[in-house]
């Protein structure tokens, strides 16, 4: 297990833009393989976004393709989500988890999941 601690969030207008940070306390994201998931009220865990170890592979779920990126800041060692456009529907409480293998789709293959940050999108 490792301990991340996401942040970032907050509440945004529709089409506004947020970027959410997740770190190690004391430590660094390198060579991890780390995902973005959320849930919104009253549903299951959503796939947002994950990347390989590397950092070369990212992946996104079809309702925020194209308006979320995932990347680590080599200088800070966090994983980023970079959200624009931001809608509704994207309210939600954002975790980041490890990836330990397998599909990175499947909730299954992620441990680590943390406290979670709240994203709120209204006007």
């Known amino acids: 297990q490792v301990q991340f601690v996401p942040s970032g969030g907050g509440l945004v207008q529709p089409g506004g833009s947020l970027t959410l940070s997740c770190t190690v306390p004391?430590?660094?994201?390198?060579?991890?393989?780390i995902g973005w998931w959320r849930r919104g009220r009253g549903s299951g865990r959503e796939f947002v976004a994950s990347m390989s170890w590397s950092g070369k592979m990212t992946f996104y779920g079809d309702s925020v393709k194209d308006r979320f990126t995932i990347g680590r800041d080599n200088t800070t060692k966090a994983v980023y989500l970079q959200m624009d456009s931001l809608k509704p529907e994207d309210t939600a409480v954002y975790y980041c988890?490890?990836?330990?293998?397998?599909?990175?789709?499947?909730?299954?293959?992620?441990?680590?999941w943390g406290q979670g940050t709240q994203v709120t999108v209204s006007s």
């Open positions: 988890a490890r990836r330990t293998g397998g599909s990175y789709y499947f909730e299954y293959e992620y441990d680590s």
């Open positions: 004391g430590g660094t994201t390198d060579n991890l393989s």
